[in-house]
C-alpha cells in the first residue's frame, strides 16, 4: 500500500470522503455538492463538508426521492467493491421499510409522477388544453 492509510487506523474522516467511499454518490465533488444542498444530516443536524465523522455516528441521506438513514460502522478513505462499502455502513429498519413502501407506491402508481422540472411535451399540452376547454364549458 504505497501512501494509502490503513482503514483500521481511521478514527476520523471527512463525510464527503466517507460518503464518496462507500459508494453513496460517484464522486467526492458529487457529494460535496449533496452536503452543500442540504441532502446530508448527521444526527439530526445539517452537516459541512469538512466535518469529521466516526464509527457510531447516524447520517439521514437524501438521494433523489429516497430517504437513507445509516449508521456509521467503520471508516474508510479508499474507495472499494461494493460489498466492501456494505461493511461500512448499517441501514436502519425503519429506513428500509420507507424506502420500500414508497417504491411499491410509485409502482402502483403506474410510474407516473410529475415532474415539475420540464416543460409539457406537446402531447400533454393538446391533453392540457382539451381538460381545460371541456371543463370549462
Known amino acids: 500500500m504505497s501512501g494509502a492509510r490503513s482503514d483500521s487506523r481511521l478514527t476520523r474522516l471527512r463525510v464527503d470522503k466517507w460518503l464518496w467511499a462507500a459508494r453513496f454518490f460517484r464522486t467526492r465533488s458529487l ?8 441532502k446530508v444530516q448527521m444526527n439530526g443536524q ?3 463538508v469538512s ?3 466516526s464509527p457510531g455516528d447516524v447520517l439521514q441521506i437524501r438521494q433523489g426521492r429516497d ?4 449508521t456509521v460502522l467503520a471508516l474508510s478513505d479508499q474507495r472499494r467493491g461494493a ?11 425503519d429506513s428500509i421499510a420507507r424506502r420500500e ?6 409502482r402502483a402508481a403506474g410510474g407516473i409522477t410529475p415532474n415539475p422540472n420540464r416543460r409539457p411535451s ?7 388544453h382539451r381538460f381545460k376547454d371541456v371543463s370549462g364549458s
Open 51 to 53: 466535518r469529521e465523522i
Open 31 to 38: 457529494a460535496k455538492a449533496a452536503i452543500e444542498g442540504g
Open 83 to 93: 460489498p466492501e462499502a456494505q461493511l461500512l455502513y448499517e441501514e436502519s429498519a
Open 101 to 106: 413502501a414508497e417504491a411499491a407506491a410509485r
Open 122 to 128: 406537446k402531447r400533454e399540452r393538446r391533453l392540457i
Open 67 to 70: 430517504d437513507r438513514e445509516v
Open 46 to 48: 445539517r452537516v459541512k
